[in-house]
């Protein structure tokens, strides 16, 4: 009678998934999904095309992005693809090998349930070889030192760059990362990427891409008379409105003269020809004639014709409108402080440049402000011929500062090419055939071990074709069994189909990556194999 009352407050328009189905359905939809994304892993994968309901058009390989632009209908998909992108998002890569590992361990559950192992058993065992594998993942760290620094940092940038574009753009992109990142970085403090400003530029090739130790700018002077390249500039930064502006209530001036008209047109004036007579002072006072040196200002405010008028006159070189995220990067690439009024403004509020310059293209203007006596901002200047090229190498590069950052913050990384994943299996059937291991649990650590070999099977399969890719990946373990116990590292060369020493090769992978997939990949499958119904709402006023 209870069970009869509680089933009158179900929606009669709802579904209902119970027991081994349930499970089935959870497991299809995490199956699924790897399967959409395992062709992409790696730097030999293919690529995805995305059209919209308007017909835009986006290719990429990128995990993250293609999560975050399909449209995903299958809960257990959508779950897996959320927590996916929130790992990317913090640490900027993973995020295709965290789906295929998480489908591959429900996978080999599946099997183990269809030989009668309970699903908490299976959980209680994927929780002990991912408690294992990362203890095991700290055995495998290569430290980075101040000696081997940049070495390991282009390595790591490389690394992540080839996986999302061309190979010819990889070393140069890879180079800009990396003084990117050093040029920001402050003793014992954080790395803020949000200090490296990412501008583009439609223009010529994907190549051409720089970093400038300095800034660019969107926009330029307003003024025709304006200098446009400027050398050993003060730069002074200000949030100061120096246009004309309306009182914030209504008003009214009467006048019965037009000496009157014009007393009171001076009267509204003269607070902002004050400030700009304030900025030419100073300029006159630091840069007099024939000393070759110039005054920037730029404003995060408006400035009106007149007054920029008063400072073209005087050969200042003024921007308006600067973005707010820009006025504490000129501040830490230039020097000084940006100032809110100019009262007692002096020599030390002012940065320093040692050239100020002005680039059109089209209609678009950009000023660069390079060569500052101790930069930490900095700008990565994306060139390409459209939109499809700018947009991937941005992905791409956003993705390696993350990269670069992490292993500075770790102060390591790990072998990449499936050696981890390999070495990490062996390990595993090591671990599971000792007595602190339940007899009931081996088979689980086991199939732990093998969903980590989902990744180099995929590389295998991109690598080789054919019968070839299983007698690789076999090759790769027989040598990770030899190996084991010992410093050697194996991984696979996807550009001749062999093995060989990843890091002699240049491919590494983040600590902190590797660390938080064998996490996602426990908690997620555990948690997904232990559901025993999966209900869905009805809408109310749905038709029977």
């Not at 304006?226 to 006048?255: A, D, H």
């Not at 008028?309 to 940006?338: F, P, S, T, V, Y």
């Not at 459209?386 to 993350?402: F, P, S, Y």
Request: net charge negative.
């Amino acid at each position: 009678m209870a069970s009869t009352t509680a089933m009158q407050y179900l929606n009669p328009n709802g579904a209902s998934v119970q027991g081994r189905a349930a499970m089935h359905f959870s497991i299809s939809g995490a199956k699924g999904l790897m399967n959409v994304l395992r062709t992409n892993l790696g730097p030999m994968g293919t690529m995805k095309m995305l059209v919209g309901g308007a017909g835009q058009i986006k290719m990429t390989k990128d995990g993250s992005v293609l999560l975050g632009e399909m449209q995903i209908q299958h809960p257990t998909a959508a779950l897996i693809a959320r927590a996916s992108t929130a790992m990317d998002d913090e640490t900027g890569d993973g995020t295709t090998s965290t789906v295929i590992m998480i489908g591959e361990a429900l996978t080999h559950a599946d099997e183990l349930v269809a030989e009668g192992i309970h699903p908490r058993t299976i959980a209680e065992g994927f929780d002990l070889a991912a408690n294992e594998a990362i203890k095991f993942l700290e055995s495998r760290k290569i430290p980075i030192t101040p000696e081997n620094e940049r070495e390991m940092l282009d390595t790591i940038a490389r690394s992540s760059l080839s996986t999302k574009i061309q190979p010819e753009l990889v070393e140069k992109l890879a180079v800009n990362i990396v003084d990117a990142v050093l040029t920001i970085r402050r003793p014992e403090e954080q790395i803020d990427l949000h200090m490296v400003e990412i501008m583009h530029m439609k223009h010529k090739l994907g190549s051409e891409t720089k970093f400038i130790p300095g800034l660019v700018l969107d926009h330029g002077g307003r003024h025709p008379e304006m200098p446009r390249y400027v050398e050993n500039c003060y730069i002074l930064t200000c949030n100061v409105s120096l246009e004309y502006e309306k009182s914030e209530l209504n008003s009214g001036f009467y006048y019965k003269t037009a000496d009157q008209k014009e007393a009171m047109a001076n009267a509204e004036r003269k607070t902002v020809d004050s400030r700009c007579h304030a900025i030419v002072e100073l300029k006159n006072k630091l840069c007099p004639e024939g000393s070759g040196k110039n005054l920037v200002v730029i404003n995060q405010k408006g400035i009106d014709p007149m007054s920029l008028d008063i400072l073209a006159r005087n050969g200042i070189l003024g921007l308006r409108r600067a973005k707010r995220r820009n006025m504490e990067r000129i501040a830490l690439c230039c020097g000084g402080e940006a100032v809110n009024h100019f009262d007692d403004l002096n020599e030390s509020h002012l940065g320093w440049a040692e050239l100020v310059h002005e680039h059109v293209l089209g209609d678009e203007k950009y000023t660069f402000i390079e060569k500052p006596k101790t930069p930490l901002s900095g700008t990565i200047l994306l060139k390409g011929p459209n939109d499809h090229t700018i947009a991937q190498i941005k992905e791409a590069v956003r993705d390696g500062l993350r990269a670069v950052r992490n292993a500075i913050e770790d102060g390591c990384v790990v072998a990449g090419a499936g050696d981890f994943e390999s070495a990490c299996k062996v390990h595993l059937d090591h671990f599971a055939d000792k007595e602190e291991v339940k007899n009931e649990l081996t088979p689980c650590v086991k199939a732990f071990g093998d969903a980590l070999m989902g990744v180099p099977k995929v590389l295998a399969e991109s690598a080789a074709e054919g019968g070839a890719a299983p007698a690789l990946r076999h090759t790769l373990l027989r040598n990770q069994r030899e190996g084991y116990g010992t410093e050697s590292r194996f991984g696979l060369d996807l550009e001749s189909g062999c093995v060989t020493d990843p890091v002699a090769a240049g491919v590494v992978d983040n600590f902190r990556v590797k660390r938080q997939q064998l996490e996602a990949t426990a908690v997620i499958a555990t948690q997904l194999l232990l559901i025993d119904e999966v209900m869905k709402a009805g809408g109310r006023g749905a038709k029977e």
